[in-house]
């Protein structure tokens, strides 16, 4: 699996460092479990409003790409040969388990 890392995110990446974008990622990952949280509460709730629930899912979008773009950040900051090969593991460990749940 080839996922390119621009230019740009790399230069971003090279002038926070891994400790302020670790610390980035907390941060947007908090963010994308409380759109999350929104979400689900925009379409559970009594008086279902489908323009709410539209905001709420564009808002998880933005979310979940803040998130992947501070993880491709780190990505290319660890090595992005040896993450890939830990995605590779745990994707092949995981079809594995879905194999067993349907024997």
């Known amino acids: 699996m080839k996922i390119k ?4 995110l790399k230069a971003i990446a090279e002038h926070y460092g891994i400790q302020k ?11 994308f479990i409380q759109a999350v949280n929104k979400y689900y509460r925009a379409i559970n709730t009594i ?3 489908s323009q709410e629930e539209k905001h709420r899912y564009n808002n998880l979008k933005e979310e979940l790409a803040d998130v992947i773009v501070v993880a491709l ?4 900051l660890f090595g992005e040969e ?12 995981q079809i594995r388990r879905i194999a067993d749940e349907r024997e």
């Not at 890392?5 to 740009?8: A, N, S």
């Not at 040896?82 to 460990?93: A, V």
């Open 47 to 49: 008086h279902y409003d």
């Open 21 to 31: 974008q670790v610390g980035m990622l907390c941060e947007e990952s908090a963010e």
């Open 73 to 76: 950040q780190l990505r290319y």
């Open 5 to 8: 890392t621009g230019k740009k």
């Open 82 to 93: 040896e993450i890939d090969r830990i995605i590779r593991k745990k994707i092949k460990r």
